[in-house]
T-cell receptor, first 114, second 116 residues
Framework: KNQVEQSPQSLIILEGKNCTLQ??????????LRWYKQDTGRGPVSLTI?????NTKSNRRYTATLDADTKQSSLHITASQLSDSASYIC?????????????FGKGTKLSVIP | EPEVTQTPSHQVTQMGQEVILRCVPI?????FYWYRQILGQKVEFLVS????????KSEIFDDQFSVERPDGSNFTLKIRSTKLEDSAMYFC??????????????FGPGTRLTVT
C-alpha cells in the first residue's frame, strides 16, 4: 500500500532558527514528490515539486532534498519566521495509470515562537 | 493572482440530507479534483474530473458521491445522503495539465462540512 510517513509530528522552534522536516515514502512507481504548506483552516499551498532525477530544490527559504534510492525527502527551513507556523505536508505522486492521485502524509505541525 | 474559490466556507447539515459543495476552479484550468480531510487526519483524494467526466476516483468516492460541472465555471460535489463520518474539510483543486513531471494542483480554501 502506498504510504507517506512524516516526522516529527510536531515541532516548536524559536524565530530565526533553522529546522528540517523528514518524509519517508513507500509509493511505487514514483513520479514526483511535493511539499505543501497548509495554514490552519486553509487549503494546501505548494512549496516545491521534485521529480525522480532531482536531488535538491529551493524556493526562497525552503530547500527540499530527495533521495529516490532510500525513498526519503527532507524540507529545510532557514531563518524561520512567525509566518512559517503551519503544517508541512509531504505528498507523493504515483506514476502510471492513476497519476492524478496524490498520496498525502499527515504533516508536521511547525510552531515558530518569538 | 487567480485562485480557486469554494462556497460555502462552512456547511452544517443533518444526517441523511443532501449537500452540494461548490467550487470555482481557476479559469484556464482543465482538470479538477476533490479531496477531503477529516479533522486531525491527512488529506485524502476523492475524485478527478476532466472533459466532463470522472478520470479517476478513490474507494472513498462511493455511490453517495457525485461530481458535476454544470456550467463553464462551477465544479460541484454532491453527497446524496450524508453520514456522520462525512464530516470533514472538503478541498477542491484544479490544474492546467496532467503532465506527470510538473503539474501543479491549486487548492481552494475548503468547505468545512459538519453532519449532525
Amino acid at each position: 500500500k502506498n504510504q507517506v510517513e512524516q516526522s516529527p509530528q510536531s515541532l516548536i522552534i524559536l524565530e530565526g532558527k533553522n529546522c528540517t522536516l523528514q518524509c519517508n515514502y513507500t509509493v511505487s512507481p514514483f513520479s514526483n514528490l511535493r511539499w505543501y504548506k497548509q495554514d490552519t483552516g486553509r487549503g494546501p499551498v505548494s512549496l516545491t515539486i521534485m521529480t525522480f532525477s532531482e536531488n535538491t530544490k529551493s524556493n526562497r527559504r525552503y530547500t527540499a532534498t530527495l533521495d529516490a534510492d532510500t525513498k526519503q525527502s527532507s524540507l529545510h527551513i532557514t531563518a524561520s519566521q512567525l509566518s512559517d507556523s503551519a503544517s508541512y505536508i509531504c505528498v507523493v505522486s504515483v506514476e502510471g495509470a492513476g497519476s492524478y492521485q496524490l498520496t498525502f502524509g499527515k504533516g508536521t505541525k511547525l510552531s515558530v515562537i518569538p | 493572482e487567480p485562485e480557486v474559490t469554494q462556497t460555502p466556507s462552512h456547511q452544517v447539515t443533518q444526517m441523511g440530507q443532501e449537500v452540494i459543495l461548490r467550487c470555482v476552479p481557476i479559469s484556464n484550468h482543465l482538470y479538477f479534483y476533490w479531496y477531503r480531510q477529516i479533522l486531525g487526519q491527512k488529506v485524502e483524494f476523492l475524485v478527478s474530473f476532466y472533459n466532463n467526466e470522472i478520470s479517476e476516483k478513490s474507494e472513498i468516492f462511493d455511490d453517495q458521491f457525485s461530481v458535476e460541472r454544470p456550467d463553464g465555471s462551477n465544479f460541484t460535489l454532491k453527497i446524496r445522503s450524508t453520514k456522520l463520518e462525512d464530516s470533514a474539510m472538503y478541498f477542491c483543486a484544479s490544474s492546467t495539465t496532467q503532465d506527470r513531471e510538473s503539474y501543479e494542483q491549486y487548492f481552494g480554501p475548503g468547505t468545512r462540512l459538519t453532519v449532525t
